[in-house]
């Protein structure tokens, strides 16, 4: 498990409502029912592409405004990923002792991705179908990123990114650690 490297991407909102649990409060039986507004989640986004081993953050990007992650979008990252790990994991990239985990998402499975891993000498660690469980950054960065997000507004992208990227290198080595073994 030292060897993965994994990594998706999400959604980031300027506005992303509070859940229920997060917004309830304390009322008396005779007190009248409180009234909420319906809120809906901003339309200032951005996407954030991620990608972490069990020391830490390895790579993180935002895909431009308007930009889709297609198959040629995608091989951009892996290059950006590819960099990374040569600058920040030099025991991984002089071993060539690292794997890359992604969920089946069209682009990771493309065969212009699969010809970049092949041409660098990259395995990828199948994912199996229907098993979204098994997608690290889905049951544990994402979460945890928009967990301390939820409820904030950010009125511009530079601003949702800055804070973001602030919450990301704030996770611990321990925190990735513990998610890898519980994986």
Not at 133 to 149: G, N, R, S
Not at 172 to 179: E, F, V, W
Request: hydrophobic share 35%; with cysteine; glycine share 4%.
């Amino acid at each position: 498990m030292t060897s993965v490297i994994t990594g998706d991407e999400c959604w980031l909102y300027g506005h992303d409502p509070e859940t229920k649990q997060m917004s309830s409060q304390w009322k008396t039986a005779s007190s009248p029912r409180l009234k909420k507004a319906r809120q809906m989640k901003s339309s200032v986004k951005n996407m954030l592409i991620a990608f972490f081993d069990n020391e830490g953050l390895v790579h993180h990007e935002y895909v431009s405004r308007g930009q889709m992650v297609n198959k040629e979008c995608y091989k951009t990252v892996l290059q950006h990923l590819h960099d990374a790990v040569r600058r920040h994991r030099p025991e991984k990239w002089c071993s060539g002792n690292w794997i890359l985990h992604n969920d089946n998402a069209p682009a990771h499975r493309a065969v212009t991705t699969n010809e970049f891993l092949a041409k660098h000498n990259i395995p990828s660690l199948p994912h199996p179908p229907y098993s979204p469980d098994l997608a690290l950054c889905d049951f544990f960065l994402f979460p945890q990123l928009k967990k301390t997000m939820k409820g904030c507004r950010f009125d511009y992208v530079e601003e949702n990114e800055a804070i973001a990227t602030r919450q990301l290198r704030a996770i611990t080595k321990s925190d990735y650690q513990r998610c890898f073994r519980q994986w």
